[in-house]
């Protein structure tokens, strides 16, 4: 069981609970990547486009909202996702062209 943050008291134990964290959130955006990969298959049968662009603001405002519910930076949720969407999108587009409908 991982300590509170408050519960700590050298930079050796922060550091080893961090890196175990990272761990943890490597593993869940691995998890959501494999999501992700099969999303190019199910929008081309749908005829949905690779930038969806109403379904990105949707997952922004979604993902700030999270991230002020649970005390994290707003700011920094909003510019990861953005990141991760626009990484995605291109790749999703050299299988999917430009085309489709935004859904």
């Known amino acids: 069981m991982r300590k509170s943050p408050a519960e700590i008291d050298t930079m050796a134990e922060m550091r080893a609970q ?4 990272d761990g943890e959130l490597i593993a869940l955006l691995a998890e959501r990547q494999a999501h992700v990969d099969c999303v190019p298959a199910l929008k081309k049968a749908a005829g949905i486009s ?7 603001a949707a997952v922004l ?8 519910a649970a005390g994290f930076a707003p700011e920094l949720a909003r510019a990861m996702w953005r ?7 291109a790749r999703e587009q050299q299988h999917l062209g430009t ?3 935004d859904r």
């Open 18 to 21: 961090i890196d175990e964290i």
């Open 61 to 68: 405002e979604n993902v700030t909202t999270k991230a002020e």
């Open 83 to 89: 990141e991760m969407i626009d990484f995605y999108v």
């Open 99 to 101: 085309g489709g409908e």
């Open 50 to 56: 690779a930038a969806a662009p109403s379904r990105s």
